[in-house]
């Protein structure tokens, strides 16, 4: 019953900004950390970001790191991408991502189990 949907793609030249958002529902929101993933065309899955319950930590790869924000509204139960200083490498379909946390041997794993159906941004002049 878990529902993710993304918001906010579309097209934009290099250098600009673009506001991907993610409406949450169907479970407790607050209670997960969640992800931002990307497919670029042709290509696979990359991590982008990751956020902690609170929002009060993050995460990001490197390759949108500095440019790229992450935050939530618990309130909300909203998650947001900050995208600034798009380049073209950034054209992707977006997906916000649920995980689910498995403990084996006292450590804990996450499992990316409910996903959106993604928004597509591109890049281009």
């Known amino acids: 019953q878990v529902q993710l949907v993304e918001s906010g793609g579309g097209l934009v030249q290099p250098g600009g900004s673009l506001r991907l958002s993610c409406a949450a529902s169907?479970?407790?929101?607050?209670?997960?950390?969640m992800y931002w993933v990307r497919q670029a065309p042709g290509k696979g899955l990359e991590w982008v970001s990751v956020i902690n319950t609170g929002g009060g930590s993050t995460a990001y790869s490197d390759s949108v790191k500095g440019r790229f924000t992450v935050s939530r509204d618990n309130a909300k139960n909203t998650l947001d991408l900050q995208m600034n200083s798009l380049k073209s490498e950034d054209t992707a379909v977006y997906y916000c991502?649920?995980?689910?946390?498995?403990?084996?041997?006292?450590?804990?794993?996450?499992?990316?189990?409910?996903w959106g159906k993604g928004t597509l941004v591109t890049v281009s002049s």
């Open positions: 169907g479970f407790t929101f607050s209670n997960y950390w």
């Open positions: 991502v649920k995980p689910l946390e498995l403990v084996i041997d006292r450590r804990r794993y996450y499992a990316l189990t409910d």
